[in-house]
């Protein structure tokens, strides 16, 4: 089948939560990119009797370009050996490219890999600012996925400067020019004020922040202040996604009090909280590890400001790699595992430390009870959405057995009994949550949830004048097995999946904001530049400034 300027999928049972159609058979019709409410007789049809269709999935948090993502194929020779990937063979002759998977795979092997799951975008969630053109080079190397980028702030050099000043609006200002500059899509925050520390070497043997009010250098400058000036600066500036925050603390037991604090400290604002389940341990410093899933996600549930991403910890193979440069030294320490400890030259830091999830290590299954807890007791889920923060608590392609967990108690029962409980004890998990997730939920925390939650109008849904990315799956029981091998995926009204086979890899699209500001920051900035910076004012950002 060529490219069909139109197509009736025809008879499927479609969710589509955004606009309250729950397992409804009905048929979908797509003209050029867009979904249209109908079509005239005798177009091109699909048959999807007996199928379940949805929207495409949308990744709202995933580590797929950039700097960090690279440093860490590099780190992975013998993934890239183990799972090699070859060029699939599209339909027409297109030409295609073969790569390496493993937890990381290279660019081409992503889009093909997310496309092959029914995913149709995702979010790379951490960009240092100097990096962002390598970060757009290998998004126009992955193929398929529409894709932008958070870039990260918060540890920055003229940041941390503006908020010693009490400068908020030029705090905003060069945020707002940032984004444009980056050609990024939303803010990231990694450890307010940690990875500065980290950078600087004070903060004691940790060189770490410990909690929301520690100073920064100056004492006017703390991840409070960090955290308000940022979330303060995407809500003004009405950036489709508020800012985007992984906690300081993440990974330490007692972290709940900081988590919880950073919420607090932002009340009545709009804010994303990601990867939750590694900021959600009760216990002490360094010891007593136990699950606080359930005051966090009470939080949650009881501020509607409040959205997340679960990051869930899956069973298995794992790369590490985050800008929290002082988490991943630690996580080396106490693993012995490979370490890079790069990008500390940029606006940011990055560290990178392989990994494996084991069944019967303690703290490995308290991080995947942890995450199952979170789902299961949140009654939100258009602000509880699915990741395991791919590729730190398992790859993407794990997402069907997440789902699987979620739909299926007694397979979940089943796991649970095989891993190791000592750190679960007083868990709900462990005490029995009943809970299993229907499709429409499935299709809410998966697509329509993100969709929403990134400000991202025409995807995530079915409706006229949305996006024509349309996932269709054979409904199985086995719903692992069902949601890693859809029959079908369109793309922008390009059939990319047909009877479960890659066949086409169109270029997919970027995704960015360019937010206004006033134009008296950049001369500020330049003035910075000449002053500090190891590169020119006009050579920075995703193209030279013009
Ligand atoms: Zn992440």
């Known amino acids: 089948m060529n490219k069909p300027s139109r197509l009736r999928i025809t008879g499927g049972t479609v969710y589509d939560p955004a606009n309250g159609v729950d397992g409804v058979v009905r048929d979908v019709c797509i003209e050029g990119d867009r979904i249209v409410a109908d079509l005239p007789a005798g177009v091109p049809r699909l048959d999807a009797r007996g199928m379940i269709v ?34 699939p063979r599209l339909a027409e002759g297109a030409v295609s490219r073969s ?29 240092a600012p100097l990096a962002a053109r390598h970060a757009h080079a290998e998004l126009d190397d992955t193929p398929i996925i529409d894709a932008g980028f958070f870039v990260l702030l918060g540890n920055d050099d003229y940041l941390l400067r503006q908020i010693a000043a009490g400068e908020t609006a030029r705090a905003r200002d060069y945020a707002a ?9 939303a803010i990231k925050i990694v450890n307010p004020g940690g990875i500065a520390r980290w ?23 703390t991840p409070r202040k960090i955290l308000e000036t940022l979330a303060g600066a995407a809500n003004a500036l009405e950036l489709p996604h508020p800012v985007h925050i992984h906690c300081n603390n993440l990974g330490q037991p007692g972290n709940v009090e900081t988590t ?18 590694f900021h959600s341990y009760g216990g002490e410093r360094g010891k007593n590890w136990k699950s606080a899933a359930n005051e966090v996600i009470e939080y949650v549930n009881t501020h509607g400001e409040v959205s997340a991403d679960v990051g869930q910890v899956m069973f298995g193979p794992a790369t590490t790699l985050t800008a929290d440069g002082p988490v991943e030294h630690l996580l080396y320490t106490s693993s012995g595992r490979r370490w890079v400890n790069v990008d500390i030259e940029l606006e940011t830091g990055c560290g990178i430390v392989p990994y494996s999830y084991k069944e019967r290590a303690a703290v490995a299954a308290l991080q995947w009870g942890v995450g199952l807890e979170l789902f299961l007791l949140a009654r939100a889920p258009w602000r509880v959405v699915l990741s395991t923060d791919h590729p730190n608590g398992g790859s ?59 400000g991202l109008k025409t995807k995530g849904h079915l409706g006229t004048g949305a996006d024509a990315d349309v996932t269709i ?12 091998t859809p029959r079908y995926v369109i793309k922008a009204g390009t059939l990319v999946v047909e009877e479960g086979q890659l066949r086409r890899a169109p270029e997919g699209r970027r995704l960015a904001v360019r ?18 910076a190891c590169v020119s004012f006009e050579n920075y950002g995703a193209e030279p400034v013009a």
Not at 473 to 484: N, T
């Open 54 to 87: 949805m929207p495409g999935g949308v990744d709202i948090h995933a580590h797929v370009a950039g700097s960090s993502v690279n440093h860490g194929r590099r780190l992975l020779p013998d993934e890239h050996a183990a799972d090699p990937v070859p060029a």
């Open 99 to 127: 790569g390496t998977g493993g937890t990381i795979p290279s660019t081409f092997a992503t889009g093909y890999r997310y496309a092959g799951l029914g995913y149709t975008t995702a979010m790379e969630a951490a960009v």
């Open 177 to 185: 020019w940032l984004l444009g500059a980056t050609r990024g899509y």
């Open 199 to 221: 950078k600087s070497g004070a903060g004691g043997p940790e060189r770490n922040v410990a909690g929301l009010d520690d100073p920064v250098g100056s004492s006017a400058v």
């Open 260 to 277: 919880l604090a950073s919420m607090r400290a932002l009340a009545g604002q709009r804010a994303h909280f990601t990867h939750l389940q």
């Open 396 to 454: 993407f392609l794990s997402y069907p057995r997440l789902i699987r967990l979620l739909m299926d108690r007694a397979y979940r029962d089943e796991q649970l009994k095989r891993v190791n409980q000592k750190l679960l004890a007083g868990s709900a998990l462990l005490d029995g949550l009943a809970r299993e997730y229907s499709l429409t939920e499935v299709a809410i925390v998966t697509r329509a949830g993100p969709a929403r939650l990134l």
């Open 473 to 484: 799956y054979s409904d199985d029981a086995d719903r692992a097995k069902m949601f890693s």
């Open 515 to 532: 937010p206004e500001y006033d134009a008296a920051v950049t001369k500020d900035l330049k003035r910075f530049f000449d002053d500090y």
